[in-house]
């Protein structure tokens, strides 16, 4: 049987509804209060089990049965004050399914990040053989999923079946207005700047399509960039723009004007008491080019990725 951890979460949902629409039966995580989405509620062919990643004792009992697991939960958070939970959940909460998947035998596909890839080469785009190095000004999502992808590859020294896989901005309807959504629902609402970074997008589909090919291969000790194209943030708001009809943004936000954004975004959220709508971490990473080659996906599994204008155009069709 098949174990899909972060099972409620975005992409989770997306690879639970491709497998069971082919007739596969699966035991699902979620947490105690978590909301199931629509996409996957009242599937028959689901099994649900109450278990975080970090209680290693619920843990022990959703993996009796399991042959294959596919562990696609993360916290996600560019919020300093969210550093120990990240670690807690991505390092630590990946050490104990790697250890548990060590332990019982059982092949592994774990959900890393681009963002444990190494920087770019000048000129060069970032390829699976890229290594991240520590920067002091890394952020503390970047740090929990390095550490995090280095428990598997600690677990395949050991012996361990997995392959994991480097998803670039995955993005998707089924994201709602949170993650990657939340980008469309500042376009939406009017938001007149853009960025001069750049960073690689990808359908939810397309991504839990190459994993069920990936799990399903004879790949083990490989990693892969899941990533559909390239965008500059000015191209990706502006056909956000176009698909809810609206002006794109068309001023440029410059680094001292970030700088000012984060900061008062920070001292709002000590009077709303709500998160910051920008942190100083995302203000840097909407700054900086990073660009991915998708080739040794391609090459493996013979994938084509949907075009990400379609992807944005199907988006906003179904929020406008």
């Not at 039966?25 to 689901?46: F, G, T, W, Y």
């Not at 089990?49 to 290693?56: K, V």
């Not at 291969?217 to 000015?234: D, G």
Request: charge should be neutral; charged fraction near 25%.
């Amino acid at each position: 049987m098949i174990l899909v951890t972060g099972a409620t979460g975005f992409l989770g949902a997306e690879l639970i509804h491709q497998l069971t629409s082919q007739g596969i039966k699966l035991r699902a995580l979620k947490r105690e209060h978590s909301i199931v989405p629509d996409l996957i509620k009242d599937n028959s062919l689901v099994d649900w089990a109450i278990a975080d990643i970090n209680d290693i004792s619920a843990l022990e009992d959703a993996f009796e049965g399991i042959e294959q697991v596919y562990h696609c939960a993360a916290l996600v958070s560019f919020d300093p004050k969210d550093k120990a939970k990240l670690l807690r959940v991505n390092i630590e909460g990946t050490s104990n399914v790697v250890n548990l998947c060590a332990d019982l035998g059982l092949r592994l596909l774990h959900v890393s990040s681009v963002a444990a890839l190494g920087n770019a080469k000048k000129g060069a785009l970032i390829t699976e053989k890229d290594f991240w190095e520590y920067d002091a000004k890394a952020h503390s999502y970047a740090i929990s999923k390095y550490e995090g992808e280095m428990e598997v590859w600690r677990g395949i020294a050991e012996g361990l079946d997995a392959v994991i896989v480097n998803p670039s901005v995955i993005i998707g309807a089924g994201a709602g207005f949170e993650g990657s959504g939340a980008i469309f629902k500042l376009v939406k609402d009017g938001m007149s700047y853009y960025t001069k970074g750049a960073t690689g997008l990808v359908d939810v589909a397309d991504v839990a399509k190459s994993m069920i090919a990936l799990m399903n291969s004879k790949e083990t000790a490989e990693r892969y960039i899941l990533s559909a194209e390239n965008y500059h943030y000015k191209q990706f708001f502006g056909e956000i723009a176009a698909g809810y009809r609206i002006k794109a943004p068309n001023k440029e936000a410059k680094p001292w004007m970030l700088a000012i954004a984060w900061r008062a975004a920070k001292l709002a959220s000590l009077f709303t008491r709500k998160p910051a709508a920008l942190t100083s971490d995302a203000a840097r990473s909407s700054l900086n080019e990073s660009l991915y080659s998708n080739e040794k996906i391609k090459q493996t599994i013979s994938i084509e990725f949907k075009q990400i204008k379609q992807s944005i155009e199907e988006i906003c069709a179904q929020q406008y």
